[in-house]
C-alpha cells in the first residue's frame, strides 16, 4: 500500500495525506493499494497494461475495441495518457524511437484534451499511433 501511495501521490506529501485520509474514512484502519487507487481516481494498473498489449497485437480493431471499453467505464483519458506514459518508458522490450514517437502523440494527445476535444478520439488515434510506432510503420502523409 505504500508504495501505491508513493506512485499515485508523484511525491506530493499533502496529496499522499489526503487519499490517506479519504481511504481512512471510507475503507476503515486497514488500508490496501486498491483502496488507494480507488479513492485516488487513479486507473487500475491492469487497465492501462490490457491498452499495451491491444496496441501490441498490431490489430486496429482490437485496440478500438479497448478504447471503446475504457470509454464505456468512464475512466479519465488525461488520467489514462499520464499513466500510459510511465508504462511506455519503463518498458524493456520497445526501442528508445518507438518511445519517443509514442511519447510525442501522447503529448499531442494532451494538449487537444486541454483544448476541448473528444476523449475517444484521441484516445484512438493515440492507440492507433502506438500501433503504427511498435510495428515501425510510417507515420503517413505530414502537411
Avoid: W
Amino acid at each position: 500500500a505504500l508504495s501505491t501511495l508513493s506512485a499515485i501521490s508523484q511525491g506530493d506529501l499533502r496529496r499522499a495525506i489526503t487519499y490517506l485520509q479519504s481511504a481512512a474514512r471510507l475503507f476503515g484502519s486497514s488500508i490496501s493499494a486498491s483502496d488507494l487507487i480507488s479513492v485516488s481516481g487513479a486507473i487500475p494498473e491492469d487497465i492501462v497494461k490490457s491498452l499495451l498489449v491491444a496496441c501490441k497485437s498490431g490489430e486496429f480493431d482490437v485496440a478500438n475495441k479497448e478504447v471503446s471499453n475504457i470509454i464505456a467505464d468512464g475512466y479519465p483519458v488525461s488520467q489514462l495518457l499520464s499513466q500510459f506514459l510511465d508504462v511506455i518508458v519503463n518498458a524493456d522490450d520497445i526501442p528508445d524511437e518507438h518511445k519517443a514517437r509514442i511519447c510525442r502523440k501522447l503529448g499531442e494527445a494532451d494538449k487537444c484534451l486541454v483544448d476541448g476535444a473528444d476523449e475517444y478520439l484521441q484516445l484512438l488515434d493515440m492507440a492507433s499511433e502506438t500501433i503504427r510506432a511498435l510495428f515501425n510503420i510510417p507515420q503517413g502523409l505530414v502537411f
